[in-house]
């Protein structure tokens, strides 16, 4: 079992700035995948951006050149800058972990933390 812990999220100003954070609850070099999934009332779960443990980051194209994903493996934890931010991205913030145990995946989500875009 990994717990995932959000923070950071909160009420910012269009062409604001956030930084999210996602504590896990075990070294993060077991995790093959962290990423960052929102969600907005009546819509699916998107990806943001996912941070592999090996290999590159990728981002949605919302994400592209306003958005930045990083791991610290000294605190266990994944960040999501969040840059120049626009009202569309109001919504609630996931942190999602990917292990592989044997042959099976395993994800895991963390609660979410609310990000709202308004003046």
């Known amino acids: 079992q990994v717990q995932l812990v959000e923070s950071g999220g909160g009420l910012v100003q269009p062409g604001g700035s956030l930084r999210l954070s996602c504590a896990a609850s075990?070294?993060?070099?077991?995790?093959?995948?962290m990423a960052w999934y929102r969600q907005t009332p009546g819509k699916q779960r998107e990806l943001v951006a996912a941070?592999?443990?090996?290999?590159?980051?990728h981002y949605a194209d919302f994400a592209k050149g306003r958005f930045t994903i990083s791991r610290d493996t000294a605190k266990n934890a994944v960040y999501l800058q969040m840059d120049n931010l626009k009202p569309e991205d109001t919504a609630v913030y996931y942190c999602?972990?990917?292990?592989?145990?044997?042959?099976?995946?395993?994800?895991?989500w963390g609660q979410g933390t609310q990000v709202t875009v308004s003046s």
């Open positions: 941070h592999p443990r090996v290999g590159s980051r």
């Open positions: 999602k972990a990917e292990m592989v145990v044997d042959t099976t995946t395993e994800n895991y």
């Open positions: 075990t070294n993060i070099f077991r995790l093959n995948v």
